[in-house]
């Protein structure tokens, strides 16, 4: 009797403890299937509706809305929510997987900043979202300095810097891509040295040179303005070329992670 009571004891036991560790991975893939929407969530989608307003209406030839709007941008859509695209979240979710759940209000800005382009004709990420872009256009004009810039030696820096991000996603190196641009740095809390120095003489520059880092060295623009559609988007430019190439370092990488 002694023995079997032993032996119920420890079935008992053993049952709860099973019954426990079940309950928590049932829990915790509740957790993870669960939508974390919040505050900031709520107010990017009033961002991404309100810049589809102006920018697709007589409002954005309005100087007063454009200075508020762009003054909001920088203050909340910027410093609070820190919703920004760049190439490190571009590249991350696109070697990771898109993680919706966790940051819908990020989700929607990639997919509306993504879509219109292709829809509309319009880059209104980039006109009518991005802080660094308002930023810049508040800027703008403040320093006066005769420049006489290489555009046409610049123009081609956002592209290389695009296509090496993607070899070094392609190749899965550990490089962080968040220092290879400034948005970071409206993330302020956790923005690493290389961000927050590259925002600020971006501005400086900006000052003196109308949206220059937007026209020289923007690569997620630059992504973002190979989408949009155009009257040449059925011909084959340099940009499919280099796309091509990718892909080619896309197979061959396959192949020896592969071997």
């Known amino acids: 009797a002694t023995m079997t009571s032993m032996a119920v004891a420890e079935t008992i036991i053993a049952a709860a403890r099973k019954y426990e560790a079940r309950q928590s991975a049932a829990a915790t893939e509740r957790q993870r299937r669960r939508i974390h929407w919040s505050r900031h969530d709520t107010g990017t989608a009033f961002v991404l ?21 762009n003054v909001f941008l920088v203050g909340y859509f910027g410093l609070v929510t820190g919703n920004l695209i760049s190439l490190a979240f571009v590249m991350g979710w696109a070697a990771k997987g898109f993680a919706w759940r966790l940051a819908p209000g990020l989700a929607a ?53 695009l296509g090496a991000a993607v070899v070094v996603t ?21 923005a690493g040295a290389s961000s927050i120095v590259l925002a600020v ?6 000052a003196a040179v109308p949206m220059a880092y937007c026209r020289y060295a923007c690569a997620t623009g630059r992504l973002l303005e190979y989408l949009r559609r155009s009257a040449r988007s059925d011909r084959f430019v340099m940009a499919d070329g280099v796309l091509m190439g990718l892909l080619a370092v896309f197979v061959w990488s396959s192949g020896v992670m592969a071997g």
């Not at 003489?201 to 900006?206: E, G, P, R, T």
Request: net charge positive; charged share 20%.
């Open 49 to 69: 509706v309100a810049a589809i307003v102006i920018g697709m209406t007589r409002l954005r030839g309005s100087r007063r809305v454009r200075f508020c709007w």
């Open 109 to 161: 800005v990639l997919v509306v900043s993504f879509i219109l382009p292709i829809a509309t004709k319009r880059n209104l990420y980039c006109s009518h979202i991005c802080p660094h872009g308002a930023a810049q256009q508040l800027v703008r004009g403040r320093i006066r300095w005769k420049n006489d810039i290489r555009r046409r030696r610049l123009k081609w820096l956002p592209g290389m810097i």
């Open 170 to 190: 392609l190749l899965g190196l550990d490089w962080n891509l968040a220092a290879w641009e400034p948005f970071n740095a409206y993330i302020w809390y956790v």
């Open 201 to 206: 003489a971006s501005l400086l520059i900006s």
